[in-house]
């Protein structure tokens, strides 16, 4: 531990330290809040205005509350109106007036209210009849500009009072309301979940793969002496400066001879074989003192006893370490899988890239696309999560001490 | 168990030195013999080569009635005691100390048998459920032991299985081991750079130098005769004082002369180095055990006694160590000085005087110091040999 200094000085300093970290923090977070938000948001809620990142549905009451059956009733609030109505119909037929004294003042009532006075007016040319309608209790002489449909409009606190309106004139009620259904809808009808199960299978079998090339490897590397030992283990280490671009024609090329295009071997076998996780084991392996082994060969331990029960469970850290690094390397792999799985047959992909077709420029469903990328991200989080220590730690070193 | 016995055994590394050079040593049965010498005297090699954790470069190792040579280290029926102990750290101590028996593929009851009989023997009883991680380097260096002594190996091997301790614990391993080997019998070698180790626990001791053996002899024989100025450096602590010195005769009386100081040599040492009179008008290399020195006092005859100024005094409560130099270049051995920590080119040699814890010496004081020439050593000062005529160099 640090010595902390103190003073008002020092806390104004640690205070505009935190100050600055949290709002880096904030900017960083917040693209996964919004991912997050918007996975569980109905398609209708994602480009309202002002944006919003709380995942909201239209409240509704049950049709029993205003004495009708049948389904839930949706709840708006009426402008001119206190308290909350339930549209308890959408089809009713509205007429719509508009004062002869004065052309702006436009009032919406049931068709069949307002009572004819008999007399006409003339209206750019045509012959309105003239009614006599009562708006808050006074009465106007207007004529019918309109007839439309509306809806019916019934007040949850007054049963007797019903209002025909507009409906895009009244404001609908919204509350809390996360929509799980995306990542359902975003497993069966975009088939992510046979995406899902493939991107399982691959990253399994390369990480199980790639731990078991590496001990081998790094193991023969670190304790066997045979010729060109030195020499391959050069040659291996230069492979890790080799960009992964550079290698995918040749690739490509070997897959199409295997005819290994479309199949999800193509994305297993090239990669359970690691310079990288070779050279990882090496390293612990070679760290470990000669002696316990030695020990174990007079022990009568076969070599090949000596690596599985006394190396092995010594390199558990620098193992855990190498795991950590496969999974989120399989696990967000998208270029090569784009490349070899190309013939567009959905069964073969991973979650890479069903997820780019997925938001491809005609997507509609960005909801669900949201919600198959949380899906994706969710896994490399959690085993970040889990194994972040062995990100951190130097693993050559570690589990001897 | 078993004897062990090298016949002219060498290992030699493709570019450099021997590191054993015609190594031929024999180890009885139930023996415990120590190997010592400083660090690079192949001592260690020798042990490995016994466990066959390095391959043999010439010769035969034979292990009882079998050459080894070509048998792996897991078919010799020996056991290791390492000096960094090699414990496996993911295994308790049951499982450490059973490890040779599970993969012997003994049964389960008999594995808990005999480590709880190990465990037992060594003090571990109540710790068998621990990782070594958990444990004090002396009960570390317990279950190493108790590895070995599971299997009731042949031979067992220890490789400076103390040098990790303090010294405390050290001088109480020492003795632990000593019994233990004592009451199982075993076959026991054991390497060691420590002279007092060496000296203290072996039945025997075989002192090396850069590969080659010096002196196969049990420690009081190592002490009293040592077999060439390179045993007489190594073996005793403090060290021997060894000065070069021209051998006069003086009225049939044999003194040695260093520096300004010139000291009349004892029949009885003449006795026992024979050679001594042909070397007279040479110059030789005298050895003067620290103890063979004393206070001088009135009754003391002078041509026995130097007068030496004190450099340093070390109290020990019950003797004191007088350092002292004189002024004559450090003894070398091929090229290097005998006593490790001296300088080649000095052209003066430190000397330490053991004398009883009474007297009060000051730094700077000059003292007189009367030595018990009858105990006098005298070496060859090129070749390094012991001027007597039973020269013992092998074993």
């Not at chain 2, 493709?14 to 120590?34: C, H, Q, R, S, Y």
């Not at chain 2, 010592?36 to 260690?44: A, E, F, I, Y």
């Not at chain 2, 070594?132 to 599971?150: D, N, T």
Request: hydrophobic fraction near 45%; charge should be negative; charged fraction near 20%.
């Amino acid at each position: 531990m640090s010595v902390r200094r103190k003073g008002p000085r020092a806390t104004m300093v640690r205070i505009l330290t935190y100050g600055i970290l949290v709002a880096v923090a904030l900017v960083v977070i917040f693209p996964f809040v919004v991912a997050v938000s918007t996975s569980v948001k109905r398609n209708t809620d994602i480009f309202t205005y002002p944006p919003s990142l709380i995942p909201k549905k239209a409240t509704t009451v049950p049709a029993s509350d205003v004495g009708l059956t049948g389904e839930n009733l949706p709840v708006y609030t009426l402008p001119g109106f206190d308290g909350s109505f339930a549209l308890v119909d959408d089809d009713t037929p509205l007429a719509e007036f508009t004062a002869l004294d004065d052309p702006t003042r436009v009032v919406v009532l049931a068709a069949d209210q307002g009572d004819k006075t008999g007399d006409t007016t003339n209206i750019d040319g045509e012959e309105e009849d003239i009614f006599a309608i009562v708006v808050d209790g006074e009465t106007i002489l207007a004529y019918r500009s309109r007839l439309t449909v509306g809806g019916l409009f019934q007040s949850l606190d007054n049963a007797a009072l019903q209002v025909p309106s507009l409906v895009n004139s009244a404001v609908a009620k919204q509350e809390f309301g996360p929509r799980f259904e995306n990542f359902s809808e975003v497993v069966t009808e975009k088939k992510i979940g046979r995406s899902l199960t493939n991107t399982l299978l691959v990253t399994i079998i390369v990480v199980l793969g790639q731990i078991l090339t590496s001990i081998l490897g790094g193991y023969a590397f670190a304790r066997i002496d045979f010729t060109g030992r030195s020499a391959l283990f050069m040659l291996y280490l230069g492979s890790v400066m080799i960009p992964f671009v550079v290698l995918i024609i040749p690739l490509f090329q070997l897959m199409l001879q295997l005819n290994w295009r479309d199949n999800l071997v193509a994305l297993i076998v090239p990669f359970t074989f690691t310079a990288y996780g070779t050279f990882l084991m090496r390293q612990f392996f070679v760290g470990v003192p000669k002696e316990i082994e030695e020990a174990a060969l007079l022990d009568g331990a076969s070599r090949w006893r000596i690596l599985w029960q006394v190396m092995v469970p010594l390199a558990r850290p620098a193992i855990a370490t190498l795991a950590t690094f496969g999974f989120l390397y399989a696990w967000n792999s998208f270029f090569w899988p784009l490349v070899i799985i190309n013939s567009g047959n959905p069964d073969s992909f991973v979650l890479s890239l069903s997820l780019s077709t997925l938001g491809g420029r005609s997507s509609t469903d960005t909801n669900l696309v949201f919600a198959g990328a949380v899906i994706a991200m969710t896994p490399p989080i959690a085993v970040f999560l889990f194994a972040q220590r062995y990100f951190v730690e130097n693993s050559a070193s570690s589990g001897l001490k | 168990m078993s004897a062990v016995s090298f016949t002219g055994v060498t290992k030699s590394y493709k570019d450099g030195p021997k590191a054993v050079d015609d190594l031929t040593l024999n180890i009885a049965d139930g023996e415990f013999m120590v190997l010592v010498g400083p660090s690079g005297c192949g001592k260690s090699t020798a042990l490995r080569m016994i466990a066959g954790l390095e391959e043999i470069s010439g010769g035969t190792l034979q292990i009882g009635d079998t050459v080894v040579n070509d048998i792996p280290p897991g078919d010799r029926d020996i056991a290791m005691v390492f000096q960094n102990y090699a414990l496996y750290p993911h295994m308790t101590v049951r499982e450490n100390i059973g490890f040779a028996l599970t993969v012997a593929r003994v049964s389960k009851d008999e594995i808990k048998r005999r480590t709880d009989e190990a465990a037992e023997l060594l003090g571990l009883t109540e710790y068998v459920d621990r990782l070594p991680k958990a444990l004090s380097g002396g009960q570390r260096q317990r279950v190493a032991m108790g590895r070995a002594i599971v299997r009731s190996p042949q031979v067992f091997l220890m490789d400076e299985p103390l040098s990790n301790l303090d010294a405390k614990l050290r001088v109480q391993m020492r003795s632990e081991i000593i019994e233990l080997q004592a009451r199982l019998g075993t076959t026991m070698v054991y390497v060691t750079h420590d002279q007092v180790e060496a000296m203290t626990m072996g039945h025997r001791v075989a002192v090396m130098r850069k590969g080659l053996l010096q002196q196969v002899a049990p420690p009081q024989e190592l002490y009293l005769r040592p077999a060439n100025l390179f045993v007489a450096a190594f073996i005793g602590s403090p060290a021997m004082n060894l000065l070069p010195a021209r051998i006069d005769s003086v009225n049939g009386r044999i003194t040695a002369t260093f520096a300004e100081h010139t000291i009349t040599i004892d029949q009885a040492a003449i006795d026992k180095y024979s050679k001594v009179p042909d070397y007279v008008g040479r110059d030789v290399v005298i050895g003067i055990r620290p103890e063979h020195f004393a206070m001088a006092e009135d009754t003391s005859d002078p041509a026995q006694t130097i007068e030496i100024k004190s450099v340093v005094s070390e109290s020990m409560g019950s003797e004191v160590h007088v350092h002292a130099t004189v002024d004559v270049p450090p003894v070398a051995l091929d090229g290097q000085p005998v006593n490790e920590d001296a300088d080649a080119n000095a052209s003066t040699t430190k000397i330490i005087a053991r004398v009883e814890g009474f007297h009060i010496v000051r730094m700077g004081q000059i003292v007189r110091l009367a030595i018990k020439t009858a105990h006098v050593h005298f070496f060859d000062a090129t070749t390094g040999a012991p001027l007597r005529d039973d020269d013992e160099r092998t074993a």
